[in-house]
């Protein structure tokens, strides 16, 4: 055992990319050239090719640069997107040398070598300057509030939903006691307190498969054994990638997109996010001719593609994926052979007319492909509890399972928690009308708000499910860049005191646009939430 | 293109090698009981469990406290008004109340000799996922933690497989009572620079898993300075500090470095309420780190494995409660010295010794004396006797990459006493026969200058025994029913 951990040394390949590389190809481009330099050309090419050399390689470092600078302001995570790459040709040096400095010291305090972290805590200072954090962390700071703090910022950058609050916690007051006290008489703490499965207890199971089908109007019935239930969404995720690529694999995802995918997707796994285009002239859907694009980019930079990730409905735009769209997704897969996660984690939150469709009901029971598919879902936003932190991963993929299960020890749900929502769940009646009325009050709202935007001359696109209102102020930006959006951003958050998340945090290919999560507020805020923007477009319109 | 044929292809290195470590004797152990588990009236011959590190001993103290605080549960008449703030709360630093209610009672546990800082407390799942937070934050894959043999069966997983990082082990012998050397330290040390490994930190359990044992002040000074010297990183695994029952005292590697010369930005603790106050289904961990880039970065990461809000407040009201939280420490830590000392004394009556401790959930059994011979091999195979004969299920000194074989953890917290005089008993029918064993078998040896064939047959007649089919060999194919999970 311990023998084969000591003859276990860094993964070869990656040594020789670091050492031979660059080298290479350098060398097949000399050695031609001394040929053409000697042979005929004289003084003259000589002369001309060193120069022009020279200049294509400005030319190739400066494109470079630019690249990696957009590459990290755009993300809005901004760590490193393989850390592994990045740390492997220092680690080879540097400890060495300071380890030989502090030994040949007498006091190893005066002269403290630099303390060797992780590649990973690079990304955390620059993480933090993204406008989606910043703007989370001025509302928490000086939160709105009509009485307390009237000039307070209003938060519409986090998609959580107030709206139902009132009808889980009545639910609460009638039924939890019993739930989790057992009526004061016999509180099972057996059920709370000790080891748990660490997948989720085969009753939560039974109970979340159950809700699921049920927000899918029964469209899909859910098998409880092909759930493992994770402490929220972003570890569901996180797990799905871990499972499913390598570092250094690829997923495509539809941009524009959830912020914290990069963090999720990205940074503990080194799997890179290929980004895949919708434009405003398709309503931000999704197109399979973009996908075709995208995959054979990532081809040619050398990238394996291990899956695509879509978010249905869309976080941030609204829309949801049609029927025949998940069809060609499915075609698409099955012809590159690589995976699909679905996050159907607003699944419920649906206030149109339009119809959700699961990837799961498109699936055939004998169907090979089925493997391949891969739901993430959570009680976060349908059952309006963020702070419980369930995550539901459903797959049709018993190695993704098995996996899974062992991986969902590192981010399990308490037991307490499991319990309560058990017989929450369990309450049909409830859980329909919980639905309904949700559905109800996120229509009306959502309605209200687009209106209120509309009068101000902005325009929205036309959504169907979530929290939000995808909103085009490109015509309120000074210069039509991201620049120009995040100016506007900054005056929103500073001057209006209304955070919203701007296009860029979701690597939205145009800029201008914005997403307003509305379900935090009450109806009385719409007009507070209007005038404060209106100031704002006004002035941005006469500096025009 | 048909899926199933690269079905194994299409997933990644993770999810398809063996690195969790998940298969070994250890967790083999926990499927031999689940699938015959001891009851002491529907099952009275089946497994007794004696390998979960689980702290069963003071369920009654907790269930009385919620009774008697249903508000702190957040769903009753009188916990229903702060039901809105909780449901929504999403930070992921956690309630500011939690935060304090677990730095106080790490201060309270380390004897009031520190002070931890609210602000520094990091949320994360179970002890496990805190252990791999810091792991993902202090070294890139490829990198190497030391760790001290021997060390609890889950660092393999926690520590080694989603990270990529290696494992060295520390060598430490019972001739010293398993201390960790400075000279141990640097054979390690300098073995893996040899070998080209980079050794990022040094990872300790104190208490010691599976040990039992406390570290005392010199070694932690010794270790401290080890690291300083080497500029690489110390993670103190704390999580067992509340279960010392005796003499020498724990001590917080927070106390330690308080009067050193050191760069605290080398420390980092990990701490858990699972095993100190016996809730691991509540799922809380703690990552505190006195560098503020780990800080950071463990806190982001802390999304990965959020307590859920309505635990983390009916925990902040427990922790907050001191007369609560003195009373449960006292009794906690009188019913483990009570346990402990059952157990041990027991074991000693029929010739089985055990290391000295005053910690843990468990204690280290030396079984070295009734080893056929002194090898792994055949501590796996006494091993196997033990759990389908005697049907205990022990780990094996080996699942915990001890250096010598012959020992095994036994847990003994995780049980009511009816179920303890059953274990003892089982042993010592065990032991006796095993005596008498010897006895023919020192007969046999005699016999066969005599007759070699009779001599050949009862070896046969021994090994027939402990294969027969009734009993399930560890390394049999059982299914892996979805009950099937590993636990400490």
Redesign the interface.
Known sequence: ??QT???????PEIEKEIAGGGGGAAMRVIVPLQGVVQGRGGLVLGSIIPCALFYFLQFYLKRNRKDTDDQNNSNSSGQNPN??SS??GK??EL?GL??SL??GLP???SL??P???????RG?VK?SDSPYYVGLRRA?EDPYDELSNPNGVIQLGLA?N?LS?DL??HW??DN??Q???RN?KE?S??Q????????GS?EFKVAVAGFMSQVMEKAVSFNP?QVVLT??A??AI?ILS??????G?AFLVPTPYYPGFD?DIKW?T?VEIIHVPCRSTDNFNLSIAALDQAFDQAKKRGLKV?GIVISNPSNPVGNLISRGTLYSLLDFA??K???IISNELLAGSTHGNEEFVSMAELLDPDD??R??VHIVYGL?KDL???????GVIYSY?E??L??A???A?????????QC?LVSMLSDAKFVQTLITINRERLQSMYAQFVAGLKKLGVECIKSSGGFYCWADMSGLIRSYNKKGELELWDKLLNIAKVNVTPGSSCHCIEPGWFRFCVTTLTEKDIPVVMDRIQKVSETSKLNR | MEFTRNNRQLLSKIATNDRHGENSPYFDGWKAYDSDPFHPTHNPHGVIQMGLAENQLCFDLIEKWILENPDASICTAEGIDKFKYIANFQDYHGLKEFREGVAKFMGRVGGNRVTFDPNRIVMSGGATGANETVMFCLADPGDAFLVPSPYYAGFARDLRWRTGLDIVPVDCKSSNNFRITRAALEEAYEKAQRSNINVKGVIVANPSNPLGTVLDKETMRSLVSFINDKNIHLVCDEIYAATVFSSPQFISIAEIIQDMDCNSDLIHIVYSLSKDMGFPGFRVGIVYSFNDDVMNCSRKMSSFGLVSSQTQFLLAAMLNDDEFVGNFLRESSKRLSKRHHVFTKGLERVGISSLESNAGLFFWMDMRPLLKEQTVEAEIELWRVIINKVKLNVSPGSSFQCSEPGWFRVCFANMDDETVGVALERIRQFVLQGKEKDDVSEKSKHWKKQNLRLSLSSVRLYDENLMSPHMISPHSPIPQSPLVRART
Request: glycine fraction near 6%; hydrophobic fraction near 35%; include cysteine.
């Open positions: 055992m311990t951990l000591y003859s276990r040394t860094r993964s850390p592994r740390s492997y680690l080879s400890p300071t380890r502090s030994r006091s190893p305090r403290r070598g303390v060797f972290v992780s590649g990973r805590v955390i993480d928490k959580e107030k609050l889980v916690k609460l007051a939890a006691e739930a989790i006290l004061g509180l703490i057996s709370i307190v000790p080891y748990q499965p660490f997948d085969m054994s402490a929220g972003t570890p996180e871990f499972c499913l690529a390598d570092a694999n963090r503990r080194g291990r099955r012809e052979n690589i995976h090979s492909d493997k391949r976060s309006s509890l963020p702070g419980f932190w369930v993929n190695e993704v098995a996996a299960k062992r991986l020890r590192f981010s399990s749900i308490s037991a307490p928690t309560l």
